[in-house]
């Protein structure tokens, strides 16, 4: 028989990495949390219908890239449906917002999640098949002041101090507009004729994205046409005042709290519902996939499927590429644990186990022995694991005194057990 193994574009997160993973999310939930973020959980398969509508049919997601299963009838009282494995996460959170009718409340919502999400596309460096994105979502009535450019700057300034506190430095923030639907719809015809002597020099995608979806081209990264593209109407100069005056209200307040920035034309973004202020966080340590993130402001979604009005803005980072940034950065430290107790002889693994749960239950971290070990196979298993190792033998137990070596400085002591777990608990080297 073939060996199984994980699909293509899936993966596996095994110890130590998976420590980086939970120290990104922990980070991640503690800022969040200082900007009065609260967390939300939604499925992770919906309605096929959600995705069409929330997402735009005529996206890569949609057209190419969606997990997507009929998903038959197990009773009478069932109907077969169309699912979909979620390959973003805004639109069930927009979703969730309207089907438990939060908008009701007037409060503006501030919503995060972290998780899963699943897109067919071709796996690389960066970009898999499932990937997990961490992402927020501030949305409400008009009333409540979602619209207001300060939420977008807040946004904006939210993830650029979660950056720096992962300690990811290097970060470049690109904004721009695509400015209200009708701005945008004035700008594609615009791109749209533009186009139509330029599209046969260009790529297939860009021959099929002019005539169904032009705004599209400004993603394209075939560098043959990029000289093309450069060519192109500015959608700046199809913006009407209010969303001009949108943007200058963000940048100033970015420009006041001092959030550095650049702009960027061509920063139109993937998906249909994004109306205003884009934007998308890159790192030049990550290659091709560059984009840490990217989101912006979505004034017309929740009406698109089927909703109140509720404009919002929010964005998703991808955690993966966290992680790559991190690891390309070289700053990690792998922590090690508290203590490695050693049992001398099997007879001893009892005590061993008692003493462990002692030192446990005090809130160190530590790596129980095994007494069939000679002590030089102790000491090398325990110097990887741990920062200190304890002997524990017959005399010891007897007389309550333990032998106690720190890796760091290479001392042993003698420590009683009553004083144990706060000499271990103590820094290494002190
Ligand atoms: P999007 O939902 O396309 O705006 O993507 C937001 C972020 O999710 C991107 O900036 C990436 O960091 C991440 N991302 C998107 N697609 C993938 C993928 N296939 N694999 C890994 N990360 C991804």
């Avoid at 081209?217 to 913006?239: A, G, Y």
């Avoid at 006041?256 to 966080?281: I, K, S």
């Avoid at 030049?284 to 499927?305: H, V």
């Amino acid at each position: 028989m073939s060996t199984l193994k994980a699909v293509r574009g899936t993966r596996d997160l095994l110890p130590p990495e998976t420590a980086l993973w939970n120290r990104i999310e922990a980070t991640a939930r503690t800022v969040f949390a200082r900007y009065n973020f609260g967390e939300i959980r939604t499925p992770i398969f919906e309605d096929t219908a959600l995705f069409a509508r929330g997402v735009g049919e005529e996206t890569d997601i949609v057209s190419k890239e969606m997990y997507t299963w009929e998903d038959r009838a197990r009773a009478q009282s069932e109907k077969t449906q169309t699912l979909t494995l979620r390959p973003e996460n805004t639109a069930g959170v927009v979703r969730a917002y309207i089907e438990h009718k939060l908008g009701e409340t007037g409060q503006l919502q501030k919503l995060y999640y972290i998780g899963p999400q699943f897109r067919r596309e071709r796996p690389q460096k960066g970009r898999y098949r499932q990937f997990s994105q961490i992402g927020a979502e501030v949305i409400g009535p008009p009333s409540s002041g979602s619209e207001s450019p300060l939420r977008d700057a807040e946004v904006l300034d939210m993830l650029a101090s979660l950056l720096d506190e992962l300690g990811i430095s290097g970060w470049t923030l690109h904004i721009n507009s695509v400015g209200s639907s009708a701005d945008r719809a004035r700008y594609n015809e615009t791109l749209r004729a533009a186009l139509i002597p330029l599209a046969p020099q260009m790529c297939v995608d860009c021959q099929r994205r002019a005539v169904t979806n032009p705004l599209r081209v400004l993603d394209c990264k075939i560098p043959e046409d990029q000289p093309i593209i450069e060519t192109l109407p500015k959608i700046v100069d199809s913006l009407d005042e209010e969303s001009k005056n949108h943007f200058a209200a963000v940048t100033a307040a970015l420009d006041m709290a001092g959030v550095p920035y650049t702009r960027n034309h061509r920063l139109v973004r993937g998906l249909d519902y994004y109306t205003r202020t884009t934007f998308e966080f890159t790192h030049g340590g990550l290659g091709a996939q560059n984009a840490l993130l990217g989101g912006g402001r979505y004034d017309g979604l929740s009406e698109a499927i089927g909703g109140p009005k509720a404009p919002g803005i929010g964005f998703a980072m991808g955690e993966d590429r966290l992680v790559l940034t991190l690891q390309a950065l070289d700053t990690l430290v792998a922590e090690k644990g508290h203590a490695y107790i050693a049992p001398l002889g099997e007879g001893m693994n009892p005590a061993a186990l008692a003493l462990a749960r002692e030192l446990r239950r005090a809130g160190l971290t530590v790596e129980l022995g095994e007494g069939s070990f000679r002590l030089k196979k102790s000491f090398e298993t325990a110097e990887k694991v741990s920062r200190r190792i304890v002997i524990l033998g017959e005399d010891e137990l007897a007389s309550g005194i333990l032998t106690v070596k720190d890796f760091a400085t290479g001392t042993q002591t003698k420590v009683p057990r009553a004083e144990l777990a706060a000499v271990l608990a103590a820094p290494a080297n002190a």
